[in-house]
């Protein structure tokens, strides 16, 4: 079992930042790790991922060039840097992890992945 909190969520103004941290605890057995935003009325989307051995990212097309995704491993915790946010950015973002690299968490589908957080909730509003 993997358990999963985030924090960073924030009200800031169009334009603004935010930082957004994943602590995971459990099983370490979790070859993958991404972010997930629901905004109101709208589906889960997934908006950026990480292998956790290979460190390489995946995005969004929506996210490419404004959000960034990291992890600190001593930690077990991954960051999702959001620059240039906009009012569409409004959402729950959620933490997720996969017990399995597939194709299904590169490509950022609910279906890929196994443990979620609570979600932590971003608005960017003026």
């Known amino acids: 079992q993997v358990q999963l909190v985030e924090s960073g969520g924030d009200s800031v103004q169009p334009g603004g930042s935010l930082r957004l941290s994943c602590a995971a605890s459990?099983?370490?057995?979790?070859?993958?790790m991404a972010w997930f935003r629901q905004a109101p009325g709208k589906e889960r989307e997934g908006v950026a991922g990480?292998?956790?051995?290979?460190?390489?990212?995946y995005y969004a097309d929506s996210v490419k060039g404004r959000f960034t995704i990291s992890q600190d491993k001593a930690a077990n915790t991954v960051f999702l840097e959001m620059d240039k946010l906009q009012p569409e950015d409004t959402a729950i973002y959620y933490c997720?992890?996969?017990?399995?690299?597939?194709?299904?968490?590169?490509?950022?589908?609910?279906?890929?992945?196994?443990?979620w957080g609570q979600g932590t909730q971003v608005t960017v509003s003026s």
């Open positions: 990480i292998g956790i051995k290979t460190n390489n990212p």
């Open positions: 997720a992890a996969a017990k399995i690299y597939s194709s299904a968490a590169v490509y950022l589908r609910e279906a890929g992945f196994h443990y």
């Open positions: 459990g099983n370490s057995d979790r070859p993958f």
